[in-house]
């Protein structure tokens, strides 16, 4: 499911992870092929975000074609090019962050990963907090830095928060650390309700 979230700064693409969810099978790392059922297990991938500009997308259809390395180098070009456009600690690069972020999932590089992860969560907390703030204070005005503001822009970057903490989730999933996933899931989650539960 694809949906189209309007913020300050443009459109977002969300990718969610629902159509990612493969009962009683797996798939290896970097694939989203089912393998034959009777596992017991359940794989997800990592979602990336694909930005109003088209960002993320190459990245995506290389992952998608099973070419994760290939896919971390252009991940790398585009959280490049976000950082130059607007500065390290913009809500717009975390988009970047948690694409690069998923790459390196998909090569089963998790450690770097999760410090991507971590940048990413870290601007969704301090978007979603500003612009919480920003609509305490002034009820129907809209908070003005880029992603934030009350409604629909803190609606947005709960969404993409959300996402973020979710793909974290799946990274120590495949990790082996059931207890960080559940709690990194159990956070989405409150954000939302609508990702799947992973046990």
Same mark, same amino acid.
């Given at each position: @499911?694809?949906?189209t979230?309007?913020?300050?700064?443009?459109?977002?693409?969300?990718?969610?992870? @629902?159509?990612?969810?493969?009962?009683?099978?797996?798939?290896?790392?970097?694939?989203?092929?089912?393998?034959p059922?009777?596992?017991?297990?359940?794989? /997800?991938?990592?979602? @990336?975000? !694909?930005?109003?500009?088209?960002?993320?997308?190459?990245?995506q259809?290389?992952?998608?074609?099973?070419?994760?390395?290939?896919?971390r180098?252009?991940?790398?070009?585009?959280?490049?090019?976000?950082?130059?456009?607007?500065?390290?600690?913009?809500f717009?690069? @975390?988009?970047?962050?948690?694409?690069?972020?998923?790459?390196?999932?998909?090569e089963?590089?998790?450690?770097?990963?999760? $410090? !991507?992860?971590?940048?990413?969560?870290?601007?969704?907390?301090?978007?979603?907090?500003?612009? !919480?703030?920003?609509?305490? +204070?002034s009820?129907g005005?809209?908070?003005?830095?880029?992603?934030?503001?009350?409604g $629909?822009?803190?609606? /947005?970057? $709960?969404?993409?928060?959300?996402?973020?903490?979710?793909?974290?989730s799946?990274? +120590?999933?495949?990790?082996?650390d059931? /207890?960080?996933?559940?709690?990194?899931?159990?956070?989405?989650r409150?954000?939302?309700?609508?990702?799947?539960? !992973?046990?």
């Amino acid at each position: @499911m694809i949906q189209t979230m309007r913020t300050a700064v443009g459109s977002i693409w969300l990718a969610l992870a @629902m159509g990612a969810v493969i009962l009683g099978g797996s798939a290896p790392e970097g694939s989203g092929a089912p393998q034959p059922a009777g596992t017991g297990r359940v794989a /997800v991938a990592p979602q @990336m975000i !694909l930005g109003a500009n088209g960002e993320g997308k190459k990245a995506q259809e290389l992952l998608q074609a099973g070419h994760p390395s290939e896919a971390r180098a252009v991940a790398e070009k585009d959280l490049q090019t976000s950082i130059a456009q607007s500065g390290f600690s913009s809500f717009g690069n @975390m988009v970047s962050y948690n694409n690069l972020a998923v790459a390196y999932t998909a090569e089963g590089k998790y450690a770097e990963a999760h $410090k !991507l992860f971590a940048r990413a969560i870290g601007l969704g907390r301090a978007a979603v907090s500003q612009g !919480l703030m920003a609509a305490g +204070y002034s009820a129907g005005s809209t908070y003005t830095q880029a992603g934030a503001g009350s409604g $629909k822009g803190v609606a /947005v970057q $709960k969404k993409i928060l959300a996402l973020c903490l979710f793909n974290n989730s799946i990274a +120590y999933r495949r990790e082996g650390d059931l /207890v960080k996933a559940a709690r990194f899931q159990a956070d989405a989650r409150k954000l939302d309700p609508s990702l799947p539960e !992973l046990k």
